[in-house]
């Protein structure tokens, strides 16, 4: 009899976890399957009331999409900025992780702080004189300014990161190579990075989504020649109207490199994305 | 030469050669041009004139006067209202109410509600769009079924300001509900038990026990959502509505990109983006110094 009762009580539980469930993921992902639907669509469809959930799909907005030369201009630029600039903030963040994880020298909180501090500096605040650096130099709108940009939030990023996989790996490792005479850049190429590889790959991948993603110095430093991918979606909200197929089929094909990253390195995301305030 | 140095010595030499490009890149490519904004802020310059007017705190004075700003500023306190309602309160509700579901179900949520995150801000703004659009959007379709006057959510004073900050939400919610989770998993199972053995139950367990255990990680997502409150909102902003209608859903970092580049009153908008570097840089050593604070208190 009681087992009975508890049984019905938890079979109702799971009817209104279910529901409950199902309305907040549809609630959630709507806007991701409404776009990807909507780049399959053409113009009739789009506009159809009530909204189309079945239909015949057209690949006719992708096939404009990609004829449209700044698609792959744009896709290049991407691509060109995101693997320097991860590259380089790699090269720059991966001694300075070393260096705030193993040794102990005069200012080092100050210097941790500063590296910080960088990060929490509104975009914004710095785009104004990147722009003026940008026109002074001579390389407003080409793939080095914004190269330099990102590097302004990835190589912060990517010295916090590091510094904690390296933290992890016990001094004793140092030591004891150092003891068996090797110098201090061999511990750090041989030992240290190997050992931080699973690290290494997921800050990388974090610097890539960031990246990726980055949408106000692009929008500003760049007018034709070196813009990203993201900013597309502008180009197809026109004067005339919205060019609703074309944008969704731009926006999906933005947004998948993004999650598949994002599925990568679902394991470190967090730490990733908070800084590395939350350990999970 | 160096080897007579103290081992102590060349260690730390060694430390801050290792450190000195990353700080070399940041000298020239971060603070050189921070600096180079705080200067600007005390100059009267149009972009293009080859000479910059010195004007003193001018600038920062008119801040304190101009209607406009006002208006910014308003909105950008009620932007941070609305997102600290949104993806803070309702974030640790959820969490709450997640303790009591499924396993499976939970992850479920977990990757569902994440997925906004990895959205860039530019595309999550064009895909409300269609949402907002009052011609075959979904809202004002609604809107029509329910046989109300047709509502642009974009165009309308009212409403502008509240369709960004649901944009923002949607992106930003599964986000701190993740840091939440994470913290939430942080704290001991012995400590809730103990708690619970004592006769704490479910509601004054989270008042008392759960919450000030989880206060680090809600301060961190405090001071990244007012982050987000001013800057997150700029892309939508820009792309959504341009700051209208009438200012509506103007906030204070969309003013510093309208002065510089649309009316070209470089020192003036310097002027504003210092102000908000500087509000910020307070809010994070508050931060660092609260977090430093509760963790010690944490392990007493």
Known sequence: ????????????????????????????LFPFLWMVSMSFKDRIQTFQIP???????TLENYRALFAREIFGTYFVNSVAVIVFSVLVSFVLAAP??????RFDFKGKKDISFWILSVRMAPAIAVVIPYFFLGSFMGILDTRLILIIAYLSFNVPFATWMLKG?????????????????????????????????NGLAATSILCLIQSWNEFTFALFLTTTE?????????????????????????ATITVLPAV?????????????????AVKE | ????????????????????????????????????????????????SPTRLFVGWDNYLEMLENPALGKALQNSALYAVWLIGIIILLPILTTAGMTYVHNRVRKMFRVTLFSPTVVSLGIASVMWLWVFNPIGGLLGTIWEELGLAPLNWLSSPKTALVAIVIIVGWKAFGYNMLLLLAGLGGISGEVIDACKVDGADGFGLWLYV???????????????TLSMATEYVFTPIHVLTGGGPVNASTNIVFEIWRQAFRWFRVGYSSAIAIAVFLIFFVLMIFQMWLSEKVVSYDER
Do not use: C
Request: aromatic share 12%.
């Open chain 1, 165 to 197: 996989f390296m933290d992890e790996i016990p001094t004793e490792v140092d030591e004891a190579a150092l003891i068996d005479g090797s110098s201090r850049f061999q511990v750090f190429s041989r030992l240290i990075i190997p050992l931080t590889a």
């Open chain 1, 260 to 276: 598949v990253f994002a599925i990568l390195v679902r394991k470190h995301l967090i730490t990733g994305l908070s800084f590395g």
């Open chain 1, 96 to 101: 300075a992780a070393y260096a705030l994880s």
């Open chain 1, 1 to 28: 009899m009681n087992s009975a009762g508890t049984s019905r009580v938890k079979a109702v539980d799971a009817i209104v976890d279910v529901t409950g469930t199902l309305i907040l993921v549809f609630l959630f």
């Open chain 2, 210 to 224: 759960i919450l000030p255990l989880l206060s680090p990680t809600i301060f961190f997502i405090l001071i990244s």
């Open chain 2, 1 to 48: 030469m160096i080897s007579k140095l103290s081992l102590k010595t060349r260690n730390s030499l060694k430390g801050l050669l290792l450190v000195s490009p990353a700080l070399f890149f940041f000298a020239v490519f971060v603070y050189r041009p921070l600096i180079h904004t705080a200067i600007l802020s005390f100059h009267d310059w149009n972009m293009v």
């Open chain 1, 226 to 250: 070196a813009r990203t991918l993201p900013t597309i979606v502008t180009q197809f909200l026109t004067f005339q109207g919205v060019v609703w197929g074309e944008m969704s089929a731009a």
């Open chain 1, 51 to 57: 909204p189309l959930w079945f239909f015949q799909p």
